[in-house]
């Protein structure tokens, strides 16, 4: 079972995920604070980590597009709900909800 290792502003936390599964969905699972509002389509960018170690895998045409119409992202940041965990992880929450200022929205469906 791979393991993911995330880093939000309060600390760092580490646990196990499904193979196969959302990397949104096991991040919120876990307990950790992560921002989305789309419902897991690329459409919004809430749900933004940064991939500092593993292989977050191939990453397809819609969330590619999603992400070039933002500026100056590193190339090293995915949409957790395009993201589906293959490999052990270490990332970085980008935005929380608690320090948003926005509610989640719908929650992403597997």
Known sequence: MPRIEAETATGVQTFE???NRKLVLAIEDAGIDILHRCGGNAKCTTCRVEILAG????IEEGERN???????LPENV????????IDDLKVKVIRQASTSGLAAG???AE
Not at 55 to 58: L, S
Not at 78 to 85: A, F, H, P
């Open 17 to 19: 995920a499904d193979e």
């Open 78 to 85: 995915r949409l957790s709900c395009q993201v589906r965990v």
């Open 66 to 72: 999603r992400l070039a119409q933002e500026v100056d």
């Open 55 to 58: 292989d977050p895998g191939e």
């Open 106 to 108: 719908t929650r992403p």
